[in-house]
C-alpha cells in the first residue's frame, strides 16, 4: 500500500529566510502526482505545487519549489523569502492518478513563520 | 472557480445520534472523497465515490456510511455518533480523467464534536 511520510510535526523560520519541509513516500507505481497543500488557520485546503513523477524537472511556483528524487522517493518543499502569511499546516499528498484519484496525505509540518 | 461546499461549518451532536454531514460541488467532478482530520495523525481517508452510487471504503470506514445519489452531492452518515468521532471532516472533489487532471479541491471543513 501507498503510504506518505512527514518527520518533522513542526517548524519555524524567520520571515525573509528559506525553509525546506520533507516528504518521503513508498509506492511500487511508475507513475504518480505529487502535491503540496497549505491549510491556514483559515481551514481551507490550498494546493500549493505539483510534480508528476513522469517529469524530471523540479515544479517551481513563483516562492514554492520542491526537490523531486524520484529513486530516494523523496518530495521535498522549499519556501523561498519566507512571508508571514505562509504560516500554516503543509501537507504532503500522493496520488497514483488511476480512475479514482485516490489521494494519500501524510501527516502534516506546521510551519510558523516569525517576524 | 471550482467550488465545495459543506453544509457545516461547526456542529454539536448527542452520543447515539444520526448525523449527517453534506458536500456539494460545482464541477462536475467524478470523484468525491471525506477525510477525517486529527492532529497527529493528518488526513484519513474514510470514504470515496468516483461515480453516482458508487462508494469504496477508505481507511476508516468504521462507523460511517455514505451516500451519493447525484453527482454533485456526497453525503457522510455517522449511523450512531460517538465521542471518538469528535474531529474535523473535509470534503474534496476531483476530475475522474486521471492524468493531468489530478489536483483535489476541498471543502472549509466541519468541526464535529460530540458530547
Known amino acids: 500500500a501507498q503510504t506518505v511520510t512527514q518527520s518533522q510535526p513542526e517548524m519555524s523560520v524567520q520571515e525573509a529566510e528559506t525553509v525546506t519541509l520533507s516528504c518521503t513516500y513508498d509506492?511500487?507505481?511508475?507513475?504518480?502526482?505529487l502535491f503540496w497543500y497549505k491549510q491556514p488557520p483559515s481551514r481551507q485546503m490550498i494546493l500549493v505545487i505539483r510534480?508528476?513523477?513522469?517529469?524530471?524537472q523540479n515544479a517551481t511556483e513563483n516562492r514554492f519549489s520542491v526537490n523531486f528524487q524520484k529513486a530516494a522517493k523523496s518530495f521535498s518543499l522549499k519556501i523561498s523569502d519566507s512571508q508571514l502569511g505562509d504560516t500554516a499546516m503543509y501537507f504532503c499528498?500522493?496520488?497514483?492518478?488511476?480512475?479514482?484519484?485516490?489521494?494519500?496525505f501524510g501527516t502534516g509540518t506546521l510551519l510558523a513563520v516569525q517576524p | 472557480d471550482v467550488k465545495v461546499t459543506q453544509s457545516s461549518r461547526y456542529l454539536v451532536k448527542r452520543t447515539g445520534e444520526k448525523v449527517f454531514l453534506e458536500c456539494v460541488q460545482d464541477?462536475?467532478?467524478?470523484?468525491m472523497f471525506w477525510y477525517r482530520q486529527d492532529p497527529g495523525l493528518g488526513l484519513r481517508l474514510i470514504y470515496f465515490?468516483?461515480?453516482?452510487?458508487?462508494?469504496e471504503k477508505g481507511d476508516i470506514p468504521e462507523g460511517y456510511s455514505v451516500s451519493r445519489e447525484k453527482k454533485e452531492r456526497f453525503s457522510l452518515i455517522l449511523e450512531s455518533a460517538s465521542t471518538n468521532q469528535t474531529s474535523m471532516y473535509l470534503c474534496?472533489?476531483?476530475?475522474?480523467?486521471?492524468?493531468?487532471?489530478?489536483?483535489?479541491?476541498f471543502g472549509q471543513g466541519t468541526r464535529l464534536t460530540v458530547v
Open positions: 509506492t511500487s507505481e511508475n507513475n504518480y502526482y
Open positions: 474534496a472533489s476531483s476530475p475522474g480523467q486521471g492524468g493531468a487532471n489530478t489536483e483535489a479541491f
Open positions: 510534480q508528476e513523477a513522469y517529469k524530471q
Open positions: 499528498a500522493y496520488t497514483d492518478g488511476g480512475a479514482t484519484n485516490k489521494l494519500i
Open positions: 465515490s468516483y461515480d453516482v452510487k458508487m462508494k
Open positions: 464541477m462536475d467532478h467524478e470523484n
